[in-house]
């Protein structure tokens, strides 16, 4: 299959496109500087065409899209402008996507596929463990309205257009993402293995998660998948509290984490960003695990033992 990807060069762009590579795919992607992402994957031994346009592979005709352009939610306090920033480098990049599967479906050509990114931030901020309403959260659920949710609902909604192109559209809302070399682990294993770590708040807390490999499972089996479509929570099936993954953490490591950071510390110190740390969602897979989809790494422990090791 020829796929075009946005968001190739992040910590998951990069390991799908190994992993697609690596099952014989043709692959373009779109980047803010093509020659550096053409000179990036050759390291890796991928062969692929790089441009800054999505507009610019029309000719390529891709047969399937991965969309996970973002600038990263977490990298700098939200000002007003980075929030515009945020949903700007999302949206914007969505659409022109859309306005490509529109040109190609208008010669007949359109993709067979769209896979596009989403985040567990959807919910919104939901309840805590023991607090009133705290249930599981499947794709039905009742978002929080907050800057999260609608950071996502604006991002889903960008692409939906593309299902009028006759292209089948399946919406990821990935949790935090798990492995050793980025994402929230590679931030907190050094204060964790000098025995620095502890529970964020009162660590009661929901943190959808899952194992980078089984997310990059996940996205294949939506290419692939004829019968899937619609919004799918990308998250193991064992959702857990702050205070678990704070001790499951420190059990993998075998050091203590007794040093929590207070909730008013953070909210002093990122403002409203804070609540990527102090909120979360008890979101589960439900319809991936319907379609019988099978997770590798479905608890916490078994995920930190495959990623400690290496």
């Not at 990114?117 to 901020?125: I, N, P, V």
């Not at 293995?193 to 089996?221: A, S």
Request: some cysteine.
């Amino acid at each position: 299959m020829r796929i075009l990807i946005t968001g190739a060069t992040g910590f998951v762009g990069q390991a799908l496109c190994r992993s697609l590579a690596a099952a014989g795919h043709e692959l373009a992607v779109v980047s803010r500087r093509p020659e550096r992402a053409e000179r990036q994957f050759a390291e890796l031994g991928i062969t692929l065409k790089a441009a800054d346009s999505a507009l610019m592979f029309k000719d390529w005709q891709p047969q399937g899209i991965v969309n996970l352009a973002g600038e990263s939610i977490a990298g700098r306090r939200w000002s007003e402008d980075h929030k515009q920033e945020l949903r700007r480098s999302r949206l914007e990049t969505t659409e022109h996507l859309v306005l490509l599967c529109q040109q190609l479906a208008a010669e007949g050509l359109a993709p067979q596929v769209m896979v596009s990114g989403s985040a567990m931030g959807y919910y919104g901020a939901q309840p805590k463990a023991g607090e009133p309403g705290d249930v599981e959260i499947d794709e039905q659920a009742t978002p929080h309205d907050d800057f999260n949710h609608r950071l996502c609902r604006d991002w889903e909604a960008a692409a939906m257009p593309v299902s009028d192109c006759g292209v089948r559209l399946a919406i990821i809302r990935i949790g935090l993402v798990m492995e050793a070399d980025g994402g929230t682990l590679a931030k907190l294993l050094t204060p964790f293995k000098f025995g620095l770590g502890g529970r964020l708040g009162d660590g009661r807390h929901y943190m959808p998660w899952i194992h980078r490999h089984d997310l990059i499972r996940i996205i294949e089996r939506l290419l692939e998948d004829e019968d899937l479509s619609g919004a799918f929570n990308a998250s193991a099936p064992h959702p857990v509290t702050n205070m678990g993954f704070t001790h499951a953490l420190a059990r993998g490591l075998g050091r203590p984490a007794i040093l929590p950071l207070p909730a008013k510390a953070l909210k002093l110190g990122l403002g409203e960003m804070s609540t990527l740390l102090l909120e979360g969602a008890r979101m589960v897979p439900a319809r991936l695990l319907a379609a019988g989809f099978t997770f590798d790494y479905p608890t916490l422990d078994v995920a930190f033992a495959d990623i400690l090791r290496k």
